[in-house]
């Protein structure tokens, strides 16, 4: 799952059709490299991120989901917690809904059910302003893993079928390095829930803490813990630098290949 951030922040701003096109052909190139998915998200959920309104949520996204699903056979995945910006999304064309709040916001559950469409339930601890204050657990993998079995369920008892149901730990949303790199060693439990597995670690803070490397030179750190996720059961890993994620993935599944085998 290649990331395509649509927000003021990852744009140096030549105006609305600058933004689409630059994110266009940034997507374009994605799918060349060999992703699977694109994720298309107009809300900063990273550590301090401040909310943003709907309206100016689809403004961003719509025009970049509309044009892509247009050039693109690749599936696009809207990255929302808003009811109304799913439907907007999948009107537009997108595939499937990633929330990172894993549907609990106010209509979220509903409209997904609704819409049809595979969705990602991610674990969070807090709220992305003040996440990383003081994260703290009794045992970070246990409640991670009774959090989203909880979503699961709530899932589908509102009608969405259980084979479209994607689950996330939320690696670096409220969680310390250790929470993360705990999370990361023991993503097999969360195999037991029976549902696929999405990681998300790339050019996280976490990467920085571990090799002391600012985020723009974090793509070793990256892949190892893409290849050490897609290892211990990840079967998406979303991603900035799609292209050698693709190849680290290549190896691991040529091992699996020949594991299975044996
Ligand atoms: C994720 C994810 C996401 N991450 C899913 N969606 C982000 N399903 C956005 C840092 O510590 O992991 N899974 N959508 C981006 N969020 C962050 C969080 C970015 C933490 C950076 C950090 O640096």
């Known amino acids: 799952m290649g990331i395509l951030n649509v927000t003021p922040d990852s744009f140096s701003d030549g ?3 600058a933004r ?3 994110a266009l052909a940034k997507a374009e190139q994605m799918s060349r490299d060999g992703a699977a998915i694109i994720d298309v998200g107009g809300e900063s959920t990273r550590p301090g991120a401040q909310a943003v309104g709907a309206a100016e949520e689809i403004d961003r996204v719509l025009p970049v989901i509309e044009a892509l ?3 693109t056979d690749v599936p696009v995945s809207i990255d929302t917690s808003k009811a109304e910006v799913m439907r907007e999304a999948v009107a537009a064309g997108a595939a499937m ?3 990172v709040r894993a549907l609990r916001e106010e209509g979220a559950l509903e409209a997904a059910a609704g819409l049809g469409r595979p969705v990602c339930l991610m674990h969070m601890q807090g709220a992305p302003r003040t996440m990383q204050r003081d994260p703290a657990y ?3 993998v246990a409640e991670v893993i009774e959090f989203l079995e909880d979503r699961r369920d709530a899932c589908v008892a509102a009608g969405i079928d259980a084979a479209d149901i ?3 730990p939320g690696f670096g949303f409220g969680k310390s390095a250790a929470h993360n790199v705990e999370l990361l060693a023991n993503l097999r439990q969360l ?3 029976g549902q696929p597995l999405l990681a998300g ?3 996280k803070s976490t990467l920085g803490v571990l090799t002391g490397r600012e985020v723009d030179e974090r793509l070793p750190a990256s892949i190892a813990a893409a290849v050490i996720a897609a290892l211990n059961g990840a079967d998406i890993v979303r991603v900035h630098d799609v292209a050698e994620t693709v190849d680290a993935m290549r190896i691991v599944a040529a091992v699996r290949e020949t594991e299975a085998k044996q």
Do not use: K
């Open 69 to 71: 699903c247009h050039v």
């Open 138 to 140: 009794l045992d970070v």
């Open 15 to 17: 105006g609305r059709f």
């Open 20 to 22: 689409r096109d630059s």
């Open 166 to 168: 994607v689950l996330d």
């Open 201 to 203: 670690m790339s050019r």
């Open 97 to 99: 809904i990633n929330d």
């Open 191 to 193: 195999s037991a829930l």
